[in-house]
């Protein structure tokens, strides 16, 4: 994060202050590191993950939500894209947040929003209510995993930051994976609002924990807000994730001008977000110039942060269009009921995340590149292995190909969160984080759509033309992870020019 030297008559501007004494500039921060910093990370980590489970851990719960809300499945399908659409929206101006405000009063607002939404959840008295819950607490995760992010570039020594970076995989991985499946053990046995009257607790007593031990990082500056921007990045972000969001759906009715106002509804959204996006490019070019930019795109002039970032919107893809995919392989060709499908997915996910710290330990030994070639080697070889599934595959087969998956995506998460924000200027780690957290969010939509759709497309194709629906199904599926196969194909290639950051040890190439 940029420091400034603060002016007396601005409170809120002033060096960041805690429990622990005056805050210190990145490089003190470092090398001040105690355990209660360790234990301040730890509180980060554990707390992201709570957040984080909860965007896709609606999606099972749905037709629960139908019958006793009264609504319909579109209507359900919007618990959670809302809270896609509101972490969209809201990521990008983090960087803007992360310079501006301390770090314990950005955790504390983090965690008393999502508190409150799933306080309000847990006791919705209707489909609004819950909608509104859903979208307050996804404002205070949108603002956590940047944060996390943030924290650890700041804190942590170059060659350690694998190691914790490790940890953080298994937040932005392994959390969107098991939220199915944990959605499904509640379901099996108890209401949807259990889902939320379990969480509340933990998100109260991390709030408690977190508003008394805290540590501010770095100093906060007077950093400028563009309304403009703001409104831009809303229209861009929002309007891509809303636009894809809606690919590959129906209109909600019945009748043909239901769905092509849905179709027309879906590219007025892509279009107002490609327009409002580009404008927004456009902005933060001209503002960066006098450090005054939403989010500073300047992270892009080092080549190893982009190459980076190109391979992680390539793998959340593939990880998020999994996770939708396979359930509905699972559910609509071999017949398996929703838990049963959640447990096929739950040992890749645990896998990731057992394999986050080690992996981080290996980076920091050895640098990136022989983890993340043969990890996305692994990601390619899985799809190309899924694009000959068939209402005949046995569900062993599932959970191995899963299994490995989940490992080669472990191989190369870790490596590609730290070498690319390691490759950024510190000033500039606040604004780097928020790019990763935007990246993940749109990735997630495309994958998402993109898989659908195609999953979809091919599967009415051949029912229309009297094929069986679970023989349909599979060959609509294996479309999808075809063209997931030809495009992993250039994450492959993209793979080999990922190299450590100057500075942080042996077994690395050019950073920037």
Partial sequence: MRSTPSTPHDEADAPATSLDG???????????ETPRSQGVIWLLLAAAFVVILNETIMGVAIPHLMTDLSIDAVAAQWLTTAFMLTMAVVIPVTGYLLERFTTRT?????MSLFSTGTLVAAVSLGFPMLLGARVVQASGTAIMMPLLMTTIMTLVEPEHR???MGRISIVMSVAPAVGPTISGLILKYLTWRWMFILVLPIALVMLAIG?????????????????????LAALGFGGLVFGLSLVGGEGGGDTAAANAAHGRTMLVALAVGAVA???????QVLRQRTDSALLD???????NFSVSI??????????????????????????LDTLASGLVLLPGSLLMGLCGPLVGRLYDKLGPRPLVVPGVMIVSGVLWGLTQVSETTPTA????????????????????????LGSVEPRLYSHGSATLGTVQQVAGAIGTAVFVTLMASGAATLVAAGVPEAAATAAGVRDAFLVGAIVSLGAVVLSFFVTRPDGEGPGGGVGH
């Fill in 310 to 335: 190109a391979l992680m919107t390539v793998l959340m893809a593939v990880l998020f269009g999994t996770i939708i995919l396979l359930p509905l392989f699972m559910q609509r060709a071999l017949g």
């Fill in 162 to 164: 694998g190691r914790l």
């Fill in 211 to 231: 508003a008394r031990h805290v540590t501010n990082v770095g100093e906060t500056r007077k950093a400028p807000l563009d309304p403009v921007s703001v409104v």
């Fill in 277 to 283: 996006l580009v404008t927004f490019v456009a902005r």
């Fill in 397 to 420: 087969m599932l959970v191995v190909a899963h299994v490995t998956l989940s490992l080669g995506l472990a191989l190369t998460f870790t490596p590609l969160f730290t070498s690319s």
């Fill in 297 to 303: 795109l300047r992270t892009f002039r080092s080549r």
């Fill in 106 to 110: 950005l955790f504390i607002a983090a």
């Fill in 22 to 32: 005056p805050a210190t500039t990145p490089g003190a921060a470092r090398a001040a």
